[in-house]
């Protein structure tokens, strides 16, 4: 009897990518200037609730550079950029991209780019003098420039930033940009808030005959790269300065939310994401707008050097700054099929495949809330990812943009099944006994609270899997940890911990790059 290929996927998502290439003929390739959007740093002193970073991890074991760029991986951040004929660079954070202030300054001197916006909470504003001086070190070093570039400031305010930090650290950086930058063009103030958040009138009570200009919605925050927002209006103050306003939807990011008793508010969280994809994303996050109506690629570089166009995260193939050369990260973004399909054919492309056989997979992704991982969340199933892999072959052959000739490298099992019926393709999908659990159990190295953390995901029903599958699971895993647990409630755990773990699943450093960032922190102890 013939074996079932998603028995055994990543052997063959690992022969898919590493053998099955459009050729450049026929490959759509994405020219214009691109958007970058880069976290300095995972550390934050506000430590916000809601924040889906839960910043609160300075005590972090070695290597740092899990969580903050070192100096030779801000080093290759700009190296990237100035590679990746960059029209919009975004530093933001989940952790406080000011912690870096000496990367700041650094970007707004060296990053080729037309324009740099640097979100932030403004904590750093507090003390007067020291507000001031910081506004007028990133104006001095974009003076130091060899070409032109414009810097955007943006503070988010609302109700939860307020309750921690205050509002004079915002009222001091206002008053700055009012009192010294006002005729500046290439040096702005602008401000952002959430939906329904009338923090922004409590900054206005501060400034008599202030006013609001009309609200217009899914505009973009300059016209060159169309970098959609919801909402955005004007705030005029008397003497004649005005600041523009972006309002965002709020996300509600939840690595554990309840996918087991479906009802109207999970319904309605999956259509606020699915309306961020079609309006401000143009249903493809990987790719940006250019105003000449060419299209470059959208870049999200994480603190700990992964890198990908948005989406396009896969926990099993990852490109890393302090492993991959520029040219490796592009040449691996189109040679991948699977990255490849989601420039050529979007969002809803990849949703509507995987949405066949693997429905939890497309509702996790999207009810968790957080578009930076979404693409990690709904390619993190093994057999999952062979099955879109095959589905996007077929269609590419379909299309005449692969032919049968150049599938000869690969096996033939998985030969077979790229020439079957897609019906029957979902069949022989759902025949195998494959899951998460099994997944779990074919990795080289046990790790306890590994597996807590999917037990706990599985509760929440955020996999399919049966509970035969459970009970095998529940065996391998008193078998390893040493313990006995019966059912999935015997490890429920919710502390800060837990959750930080969970990100981890989703944001690991790429092991190579771990492992040289260990070795030259080794090197460093040794001397």
């Known amino acids: 009897m013939q074996k079932n290929i998603f028995d055994r996927p990543n052997t063959y998502i690992q022969e898919i990518i590493s053998k099955v290439r459009i050729c450049e003929e026929k490959r759509k390739t994405f020219k214009g200037k691109t958007m970058a959007f880069v976290f300095f740093t995972k550390f934050c002193d506000v430590q916000c609730s809601h924040c889906f970073f839960r910043s609160d991890n300075e005590g972090a074991q070695l290597p740092r550079e899990q969580y ?87 503070i988010s305010i609302d109700k939860w930033h307020i309750s921690k930090i205050g509002i004079d650290c915002i009222l001091n950086i206002i008053n700055v940009f009012k009192n010294f930058f006002t005729d500046k063009e290439n040096f702005e103030l602008q401000l952002h808030t959430l939906t329904g958040d009338d923090s922004i009138e409590k900054v206005m009570e501060y400034y008599p005959g202030c006013t609001k200009t009309e609200i217009k919605k899914y505009v973009s925050d300059n016209e060159e790269i169309f970098k959609i927002g919801l909402y955005r209006y004007q705030l005029h103050f008397n003497d004649g300065y005005k600041i523009s306003v972006g309002i965002a939807q709020i996300f509600h990011s939840n690595l554990k939310v309840n996918l087991r008793k479906p009802n109207m508010n999970l319904e309605q ?126 269609d590419y052959i379909q299309e005449g943009v692969i032919t049968q000739k150049e599938l000869s490298g690969l096996s033939k099992e998985l030969v077979d099944m790229i020439n079957t019926k897609a019906f029957i393709l979902k069949r022989v999908y759902k025949m195998s006994a494959y899951s998460i659990i099994q997944q779990y159990m074919e990795k080289s190295i046990f790790d306890e609270n590994e597996w807590r953390d999917l037990f706990n995901l599985i509760y929440f029903g955020h996999y399919a899997v049966s509970e035969e599958q459970i009970q095998k699971g529940i065996q391998y895993y008193n078998l390893h940890a040493k313990t006995k647990i019966n059912k999935l409630e015997d490890v429920l755990e919710n502390s800060k911990e837990h959750y930080q773990r969970l990100m981890e699943r989703l944001t690991f450093m790429k092991p190579e790059a771990k492992k040289l960032c260990m070795n030259q922190y080794d090197k460093l102890e040794a001397i």
């Not at 003098?129 to 070190?137: L, T, V």
């Not at 250019?290 to 050097?305: A, R, T, V």
């Not at 979007?346 to 949703?351: A, H, I, Q, S």
């Not at 495949?353 to 709904?378: C, E, F, Q, T």
Request: hydrophobic letters at 35%; aromatic letters at 14%.
């Open 68 to 154: 903050e760029f070192s100096k030779e991986g801000f080093e290759k951040f700009l190296a990237f950029i100035n590679n990746s004929n960059n029209g919009y660079l975004s530093i933001l954070g989940g952790g406080e991209p000011f912690k870096r202030f000496d990367y700041i300054k650094e970007t707004i001197k060296r990053a080729k780019t037309d324009r740099i916006v640097i979100v932030t909470s403004g904590m750093w504003g507090a003390d007067e003098k020291i507000c001031k001086n910081m506004i007028c070190e990133m104006y001095e070093a974009l003076g130091r420039r060899k070409t032109k570039t414009k810097v955007v400031l943006r």
């Open 269 to 394: 969280l999956v259509a606020l994401f699915d309306n961020d994809m079609k309006y401000n994303s143009y249903s493809n996050p990987s790719l940006v707008k250019n105003k000449n109506n060419e299209w470059g690629l959208d870049f999200l570089i994480s603190y700990n050097g992964n890198i990908a166009t948005w989406g396009n995260e896969q926990l099993y193939n990852l490109n890393n700054l302090y492993t991959d050369s520029y040219e490796t990260i592009i040449s691996n973004t189109y040679n991948n099929i699977i990255s490849y399909s989601l420039l050529d054919k979007g969002y809803f492309y990849r949703t509507q495949i995987i949405g066949k056989v693997n429905p939890l997979a497309v509702l996790r992704s999207k009810a968790i809330h957080i578009r930076d991982y979404a693409g990690a969340s709904i390619l993190e199933e093994n057999h999952t990812v062979l099955y879109y892999a095959i589905r996007v072959i077929q």
